[in-house]
Antibody
Framework: QVTLRESGPALVKPTQTLTLTCTFS??????????VSWIRQPPGKALEWLAL???????YYNTSLETRLTISKDTSKNQVVLTMTNMDPVDTATYYC?????????????WGQGTLVAVSS | DIQMTQSPSSVSASVGDRVTITCRAS??????LAWYQQKPGKAPKLLIY???SLQSGVPSRFSGSGSGTDFTLTISSLQPEDFATYYC??????????FGGGTKVEIK
């Protein structure tokens, strides 16, 4: 059974750095064709893909945010960590991690429940 | 980045209705498209991948079609549990994976 769970602070101040952890089970991030992505959704708005890390430790970022994002993994702990620097109130959103399957494209087949992060002083 | 435009942004329908949602890509993406369903307060759920392949466990009343720039998601007979927001996602232009703006299916 594949599960993912996000954890991190519910509130950060402007200019601070956000660190989110995705803890997963039911698959290995060493398996060819499997990746983990971070995706966010501001309240009432659409989904936005942020970053992806693949089975070969390849790291890919949304070009509009890549100067602020860092993704990493700890395969032994089944965890993926996302850091986002210089947080702003517009970054208030629910942040999801999702297993990403490479099969004729990149598809998010399992999602965590999401964690709401508010940015406010 | 490839822009994904969904229409309509919302649709009112009754149980048993056939519902069609469209998604247009700003440039060709072959068949590299997915559809997701999201209910309030929940994470999205993958319904369709590769434009027309049904994800395991998804009811057969959901179907997808299209290639190139124009795609459709069809719900053949709307059920009460299908009232939700639906998103398309292009899976072709990596690493710029993008979603459409969403279509909310509401009760008429």
């Amino acid at each position: 059974q594949v599960t993912l769970r996000e954890s991190g602070p519910a509130l950060v101040k402007p200019t601070q750095t956000l660190t989110l952890t995705c803890t997963f089970s039911g698959f290995s991030l060493s398996t060819s064709g499997l990746c983990v992505s971070w995706i966010r959704q501001p309240p009432g708005k659409a989904l936005e893909w942020l970053a992806l890390i693949d089975w070969d430790d390849g790291k890919y970022y949304n070009t509009s945010l890549e100067t602020r994002l860092t993704i990493s993994k700890d395969t032994s702990k089944n965890q993926v960590v996302l850091t986002m620097t210089n947080m702003d109130p517009v970054d208030t959103a629910t942040y999801y991690c999702a297993r990403t399957q490479v099969a004729e494209g990149y598809y998010f087949d399992y999602w965590g429940q999401g964690t709401l992060v508010a940015v406010s002083s | 980045d490839i822009q994904m435009t969904q229409s309509p942004s919302s649709v009112s329908a009754s149980v048993g209705d056939r519902v069609t949602i469209t998604c247009r890509a700003s440039q060709g993406i072959s068949s590299w498209l997915a559809w997701y369903q999201q209910k309030p307060g929940k994470a999205p759920k993958l319904l369709i991948y590769a434009a027309s392949s049904l994800q395991s466990g998804v009811p057969s009343r959901f179907s997808g079609s299209g290639s190139g720039t124009d795609f459709t998601l069809t719900i053949s007979s709307l059920q009460p549990e299908d009232f939700a927001t639906y998103y398309c996602q292009q899976a072709n232009s990596f690493p710029a994976l993008t979603f459409g703006g969403g279509t909310k299916v509401e009760i008429k």
